[in-house]
């Protein structure tokens, strides 16, 4: 084996190593945080006082534990969709969501809220 063959073998070794190197750090972002957001709800609480002004204060805390991205968030009353907004929340992140709420009577309502869809 001369001496150009020693240095070719050495590239293809070089390549081999960083190639499988980087490979194995895509798989361990792929397994660490998935191909997108896993975003969790949490702590929901809705100010539904009889003012009889119709306004309504709604919050409620999105943790991401997977990829960054969106969140889309449903807040129902009595059954039925108030409220739907898209939120972006970074990977490893907790984010805080006030939100208000106007229905348009004079009666206390049975709030709950969930997340409808998730995307990167």
């Not at 957001?37 to 119709?54: K, R, S």
């Not at 204060?57 to 039925?80: H, P, R, T, W």
Request: some cysteine; glycine content about 8%; proline content about 1%.
């Amino acid at each position: 084996m001369d001496e150009k063959d020693k240095i070719i073998a050495t590239l293809a070794v070089g390549f081999l190593l960083s190639t499988s190197l980087a490979a194995m750090l895509a798989m361990t972002g792929y397994l660490r945080y998935g191909m997108g957001p896993d975003v969790h709800l949490a702590e929901f609480h809705a100010e539904d006082e009889l003012a009889c002004d119709g306004h309504v204060s709604v919050s409620y805390y999105l943790a991401n534990s997977g990829k960054a991205g969106f969140a889309q968030v449903e807040v129902v009353a009595d059954g039925v969709a108030v409220l739907r907004n898209n939120y972006f929340v970074d990977r490893g992140n907790v984010r805080q969501v006030l939100e208000n709420v106007y229905l348009d009577d004079c009666v206390s309502h049975v709030f709950n809220a969930d997340i409808t869809a998730a995307w990167a």
